[in-house]
C-alpha cells in the first residue's frame, strides 16, 4: 500500500500596513520548514486586508484550482479576523491548522509584528464556528513545534485516506463473536470506510481457475525467505498460494486496501485450512491491511495507523495479565515487518483444527502504542496505550499438538490497571514508536471519544 506525504494548502497572512518584506520573509521560512517536514504545499501569496478583498479572492481561487488535505492558516502579524475566515470558510470541511508565527531578536530588542494578537482574535471565533483545526504558535526563542504539525498533519492525511478507502470481508461474524459486529452507515458516515462482503464460494472457484504458471513464481519467493523449522509439504504450500491468489484477484478487482476472513467457522471448518499462510502473503505480497475473525473495527483501526505512521499496523491478541504487564501474542500470523530476524514458519495442528502453517517468528521489541476502535450504536470509542515492549517468557497455549510452538508474542510493560478498566476488545493494533500525538490529532477530526 504506497503512502503519500500529507499536502497541505498555505496562506500566510499579515495587516496590510505591517512592514510586507518581515511578513514575507516570516511565511517563506515557515514554507520552507513545512517541506523539509515531508508536507507537500500548495500555496498562495500574502494575504492582507485590503480594502477592495483582492487578496481574499485571488487566494481562494488559487487555492481551489488544487486539491489538499489540510489548510495551513500562518498567521505572520496582526490580522483583522474576517479576512482570515472569508479564506478559511472556502474550506471549512477540511481540517486547518491554525499557525502563529512569532517576532525575533535584533539588536538585543524583540521585534514583532503581532502573531499572537492575529491567532488569539482567532481561534475561539473559529472554535464557535465548528472548525476542525488545531492551533500551534511559536515563540521568540524557540523553534516552530514541528512534531505537532507533522501529527496534524498526517491526521488530516489519515482522514482523508479513510474516506476513500474499502474493507473486504469474507463472510461476517465469525464463531458468533459480538466485537467484531459494526454499523455500516455510522462507520462510513462518521469515519469513512466502505465495508463489503463476498463469499468463500466465490474464491474457492477462482482457485480452481488457477494455473500453474500463477503458483511457480510465489512458491520459489516462500521457499527462498521462510525458514521452516518444521517440514510442510508442497500440497499445503501450493494449496495456500491458490488461496493467496484468488483472494488477491478480488483484491483488486473491488479495491479494497484491508481485508479479514472468516476464520475459525470458514476457514478452518469448511475449508480445512488454517489461514495463517494466506494472510502471511496478503499483508507482505499484496500490502494490504489484514485481521482474522471477521474484525471490521479491527481492520479500521489498522487502516488509521498504517494512514498515521505508514507502518505494517499489525494485529495483536491478549493472553495474559500480568502484574505490571501485558502478554500479547497471535495463533498463526505476524507480518514479516515486525520479525526481528528471518520468517520462521513450521507445521502444526491445535485442538479439532487440522494441520497448517503456523508462524512462529520472533518479534521486534521496543516502545509501542497500542489501539483499538470501538462503537456503541453510533459513537465511536478509541482506547490508546503506550508501553515497553520486550521479548517473552517461555509460554505455550494449551492445546497445540506437542511440542507445543512458542507463537509470536510480546510482552507489553505498562500500566494493567488502567488498560484492564479501558480495554475494548482482544484484538489491539501495535505500531512502534510514541504515535498518540496523532491518533488523537485524528480522533479529534473524526469526533472519536479517546480513553
Not at 24 to 52: G, M
Not at 75 to 88: K, L, N, R
Not at 138 to 163: E, G
Not at 313 to 339: C, K, N, Q, T
Request: glycine fraction near 6%.
Amino acid at each position: 500500500m504506497g503512502m503519500q506525504n500529507p499536502r497541505a494548502g498555505f496562506v500566510g497572512f499579515g495587516e496590510v500596513n505591517s512592514p510586507r518584506e518581515i511578513i514575507a520573509q516570516k511565511c517563506l521560512e515557515a514554507r520552507r520548514a513545512l517541506e523539509e517536514a515531508n508536507i507537500e504545499l500548495v500555496y498562495t501569496d500574502l494575504v492582507s486586508d485590503d480594502p477592495e478583498g483582492r487578496d481574499v479572492l485571488r487566494a481562494r481561487n488559487d487555492l481551489l484550482k488544487q486539491d489538499f488535505d489540510l489548510l495551513v492558516l500562518c498567521i505572520a502579524g496582526w490580522i483583522p479576523s474576517h479576512a482570515v475566515i472569508s479564506v478559511a470558510s472556502e474550506f471549512s470541511h477540511k481540517p486547518i491548522l491554525l499557525w502563529g508565527l512569532s517576532g525575533y531578536m535584533q539588536n538585543g530588542k524583540l521585534i514583532t509584528t503581532g502573531d499572537q494578537a492575529g491567532t488569539t482574535a482567532l481561534r475561539r471565533n473559529m472554535q464557535d464556528m465548528n472548525y476542525r483545526f488545531k492551533f500551534v504558535y511559536k515563540t521568540p526563542s524557540s523553534s516552530p513545534r514541528m512534531d505537532a504539525i507533522q501529527a496534524f498533519a498526517r491526521a488530516a492525511r489519515a482522514a482523508n485516506l479513510l474516506r476513500h478507502s474499502k474493507i473486504g470481508m469474507m463472510g461476517f461474524r465469525d464463531m458468533n463473536l459480538y466485537d467484531t459486529l459494526f454499523d455500516g452507515v455510522s462507520l462510513r458516515a462518521k469515519i469513512g470506510p466502505e465495508v463489503e462482503f463476498f463469499e468463500m464460494l466465490d474464491i474457492i472457484e477462482r482457485m480452481e481457475r488457477l494455473s500453474e504458471p500463477h503458483i511457480t513464481p510465489i512458491l520459489q519467493r516462500i521457499r527462498e525467505r521462510w525458514v521452516f523449522e518444521r517440514p510442510v509439504s508442497d500440497d499445503t504450500l501450493r494449496r495456500g498460494v491458490r488461496f493467496f491468489l484468488a483472494i488477491k484477484q478480488k483484491v483488486e478487482e473491488r479495491g479494497y486496501q484491508a481485508i479479514s476472513l472468516i476464520d475459525v467457522e470458514g476457514m478452518k471448518k469448511l475449508a480445512a485450512f488454517p489461514p495463517a499462510m494466506v494472510f502471511m502473503l496478503l499483508t507482505d505480497e499484496a500490502g494490504l491491511c489484514t485481521i482474522p475473525e471477521n474484525d471490521t473495527l479491527g481492520a479500521v483501526t489498522q487502516l488509521m495507523t498504517r494512514y498515521l505512521t505508514a507502518q505494517v499496523a499489525a494485529y495483536m491478541e491478549i493472553y495474559e495479565f500480568m502484574d505490571d504487564r501485558i502478554l500479547f501474542g497471535v495463533p498463526d500470523y505476524v507480518p514479516s515487518e515486525v520479525v526481528d530476524g528471518p520468517v520462521k514458519v513450521t507445521s502444526a495442528s491445535f485442538g479439532q483444527i487440522g494441520e497448517g502453517v503456523l508462524n512462529v517468528s520472533k518479534v521486534k521489541t521496543g516502545k509501542l502504542t497500542l489501539c483499538r476502535l470501538a462503537s456503541s450504536g453510533d459513537k465511536y470509542t478509541m482506547h490508546m496505550a503506550t508501553g515497553q515492549a520486550v521479548e517473552p517468557r517461555k509460554w505455550e497455549e494449551a492445546g497445540w499438538k506437542q511440542p507445543a510452538p512458542q507463537l509470536p508474542s510480546l510482552e507489553v510493560a505498562l500500566d494493567v490497571h488502567d488498560f484492564a478498566k479501558k480495554v475494548l476488545s482482544q484484538h489491539y493494533i501495535i505500531s512502534y514508536g510514541d504515535n498518540t500525538e496523532a491518533f488523537k490529532d485524528l480522533c479529534e477530526l473524526l469526533n472519536i471519544e479517546v480513553l
